[in-house]
């Protein structure tokens, strides 16, 4: 045994912080890290947030939890608030991604059974993507490392290469259901769609009466310098999951569907126990409250741009460490020609956190509230982890 009395399903870094301050996490030694992993893209607002601060001790002096047997005013109010600022009328809440993704599946599944097509449940799914690590979502998002000893895999999940329409007009069958796309692939490394592909992919459903399910449990909510990942295009999904960033850290998450898509999920046939409770609901509506002021997302659009500049820099001067940067907003990745693993190690080194990602990609995920000069921060300490690995990779030669 290792000592440890918890599984060992991550292999965590031998680092634990005390607390936050913004886009800054603190040992218990007082050793300050620049957080460019914001949590995995959940501390959209950072660390210790006043306006967060506020909202989650106030309601937890009013009241925790009621069951969704009961009204939840703020619950009515975040529903109503991001179906006013998105594409969707119906909101169902959840405490995690893989959740709202499973209310995504079962949404679409249902819509075509009562409109008198049981036989529509299969979903089409992209190579690369990630959705999740519940049973149907590991089945969804397809890759063989997270399927690997679960037992058979969930039915009803056909997948096609990444940006391929030709594979994906081909998988439609009388039995398909929905697309789910991530508008950007996090996990898989930072990888946006062209515009013009998700809108071909709408023409599709449209064309075959199937159902468009977006992923933007990490690309939504300001994450991309829009408020979700779909908007640089022209399209309107039928169905999305958002999760991470709307709960600023505290777990939160929601699926979120027009009025005739979410037409199968009536009373009874879904629910949750603590989804939507008011704890999450109060932080949720404070996310959105910075996050809907005027030129938040602007901003974020500008400190991302000022990112990527720096990062391109990076890749020109050290070609042996980097390959290319990609992304938009303060949702980066750094294709490494390293392993990336060593390359987030190095910036660790260094005190600044990122998250390596799919494709051999370091992610960089600061908290939306970043400023410019800990971007130029950032960009320092990743010259100084570069110039390190540089020298190493010379001295073993
Ligand atoms: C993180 C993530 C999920 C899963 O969210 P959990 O909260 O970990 O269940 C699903 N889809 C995408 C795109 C994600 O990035």
């Not at 529509?120 to 993507?129: Q, W």
């Not at 390959?323 to 190095?346: F, I, Q």
């Amino acid at each position: 045994m290792s000592g440890s009395a918890l599984f060992e399903t991550f292999a965590r870094a031998p680092l634990a912080f005390e607390r936050g301050e913004g886009s800054w996490l603190i040992t218990e030694a007082g050793e300050r890290y620049l957080d460019f992993a914001g949590g995995i893209a959940v501390n959209s607002l950072g660390h210790s947030h006043p306006h967060l601060v506020a909202a989650l001790t106030e309601q937890a002096q009013k009241l925790w939890h009621v069951s969704n047997l009961y009204e939840i005013p703020g619950q009515s109010r975040l529903g109503e608030r991001l179906a006013a600022s998105s594409f969707a009328d119906r909101a169902f809440f959840t405490n995690s991604g893989a959740e709202a993704l499973e209310c995504a599946i079962k949404t679409a599944r249902r819509y075509h059974y009562v409109n008198g097509a049981p036989e529509r449940f299969r979903i089409v799914t992209f190579e690369g993507a990630f959705h999740g690590r519940t049973l149907a979502t590991i089945a969804a998002g397809g890759q063989p490392k997270y399927l690997e000893g679960f037992g058979p895999k969930v039915e009803g999940f056909d997948q096609v290469p990444f940006g391929d329409l030709d594979a994906a007009e081909k998988a439609i069958t009388s039995e398909t259901a929905a697309f789910l796309i991530e508008p950007v692939q996090g996990e898989g490394g930072i990888r946006p769609l062209p515009p013009k592909f998700l809108e071909n992919l709408r023409a599709l459903c449209d064309k075959h009466g199937l159902l468009l399910i977006v992923d933007e449990v990490q690309s939504g909510v300001g994450r991309t310098g829009k408020l979700y990942g779909y908007e640089w295009s022209s399209i309107q999904p039928d169905i999305m999951a958002i999760a991470k960033g709307i709960g600023g850290g505290f777990p939160l998450g929601a699926c979120l569907a027009t009025e005739r898509a979410s037409m199968g999920m009536t009373a009874g046939v879904h629910g949750t126990t603590f989804g939507g409770n008011p704890l999450a609901m109060a932080v949720g509506n404070a996310v959105l409250d910075v996050i809907l002021e005027d030129g938040f997302l602007e901003g974020i659009q500008q400190k991302g741009n000022l990112a990527k500049q720096g990062l391109a820099s990076l890749v020109d001067e050290f070609p042996s460490v980097f390959e290319d940067v990609r992304g938009s907003g303060l949702m980066l990745g750094l294709k490494c020609k390293m392993p990336n693993g060593a390359v987030a190690g190095a910036m660790r080194e260094e005190r600044l956190l990122a998250v390596p990602a799919g494709d051999n990609v370091v992610r960089l995920l600061p908290p939306l509230t970043v400023t410019e000069d800990e971007i130029r921060q950032a960009i320092a300490n990743i010259r100084s982890a570069a110039t390190k690995l540089v020298a190493e990779g010379e001295a073993a030669q």
